[in-house]
């Protein structure tokens, strides 16, 4: 039940990221003449790629503002990704306290 507002806000991360590198970088960009990021699908892609850790290396920022900004969402995926761990984390927790009623309720049978 705690899962749907992490989704949620990783799609939030993922539209905000996406349309701010298009918007920085595309086609129409506000920093440079080179599109290096010509369609949305690909700005969401790049976010996707980005806040998850992974950086495949296919694309990135030309501009000095593009990188800040790259920089400041893959801080926000480290911690992102940090969220839903504390979240297992504490389930696993409360499993494992509550093995010991498990265990007297066998042996009492």
Do not use: H
Request: with cysteine; glycine share 8%.
């Amino acid at each position: 039940p705690q899962l749907p507002v992490p989704l949620f806000l990783l799609g939030v991360l993922v539209l905000a990221l996406g349309s701010l590198v298009n918007f920085l970088e595309g086609v129409d960009g506000l920093m440079t003449d080179v599109a290096t990021f010509p369609s949305i699908p690909r700005s969401i892609w790049f976010a996707i790629v980005t806040l998850s850790s992974v950086g495949y290396g296919d694309t990135s920022p030309q501009t000095v503002v593009g990188k800040c900004l790259i920089a400041i969402f893959m801080v926000a995926g480290s911690l992102y990704m940090a969220m839903p761990i504390t979240i297992l984390g504490n389930a696993f927790v409360d499993v494992w306290d509550s093995r010991n009623q498990v265990f007297a309720i066998i042996k009492a049978k």
